[in-house]
């Protein structure tokens, strides 16, 4: 019985997966993960009370993969700088995924404080990275440094996500790789050469 609902759980959450591909935060719904796992409406709720519990039990699944995701593009490369372009450019391919842009969008409209903790944490991880990385680069404040990358890397996903909803005039030949090249270029050289 126990792996039955393990097996439910698994399905309902690969539902979601899709429903978020697919539509975004308004597609996630009660009715659509019943109609896409061919559970009842009411046994949807046997396993997530609200679609926040649902956001929740991915991010705990999700965000670890996809932390673990950049931490191993990280550790593949030699040097501290091809590390630092690693942490850029794999964050900025991860927020290019739909799902992984709703996921974001409603944990932040929709979990609790201890969930956003927890996702903070797993986050922290990766800026750990960075700072070493800082650090084998002999930055004189590499704390400062990890939070102000932190900075350039959200800024990118924002241009990205502008450039992709046609939001910007005059940007539209800034392709998703420019992005991610003039990114890394602000991140390990400032802004003389970005």
């Known amino acids: 019985m126990a792996e039955h609902r393990q097996l439910q759980r698994a ?5 979601a997966r899709t429903l978020l591909t697919e539509g975004g935060m308004e597609a996630l719904t009660f009715p ?8 009842a409406r009411s046994s949807v709720y046997e396993y997530f009370r609200s679609r926040a519990a649902v956001v929740e039990a991915l991010c705990e699944v999700d965000f670890p993969l996809w932390a673990a995701e950049i931490e191993a593009g990280m550790e593949s490369c030699d040097s501290a700088a091809d590390r630092i372009e690693a942490y ?7 927020a290019a995924d739909p799902r992984h842009r709703a996921v974001v969008a409603i944990s932040a409209l929709e979990l609790d ?4 903790e927890r996702i903070r ?6 800026v750990g990275l960075v700072v ?14 990890a939070a102000l990358l932190q900075g350039v890397v959200e800024a990118a996903v ?17 392709r998703p790789e420019l992005i991610a090249d003039a990114a ?4 390990l050289h400032g802004l003389d050469r970005a």
Not at 121 to 126: E, P, Y
Not at 132 to 139: M, N, P
Not at 158 to 174: H, I, L, N, S
């Open 184 to 187: 890394v270029a602000m991140a």
């Open 121 to 126: 944490a797993t986050h922290g991880k990766l």
């Open 132 to 145: 070493r990385a800082l650090e084998d680069l002999g930055h004189a404040q590499p704390r400062l440094a």
């Open 158 to 174: 924002r241009r990205a996500e502008q450039v992709a909803a046609g939001g910007r005039a005059g940007c539209a030949a800034e």
């Open 113 to 116: 404080e201890a969930a956003r």
């Open 11 to 15: 399905a309902l959450l690969d539902a």
């Open 32 to 39: 659509a993960l019943a109609a896409r796992t061919s559970l």
């Open 88 to 94: 850029v450019r794999g964050q900025l391919a991860l």
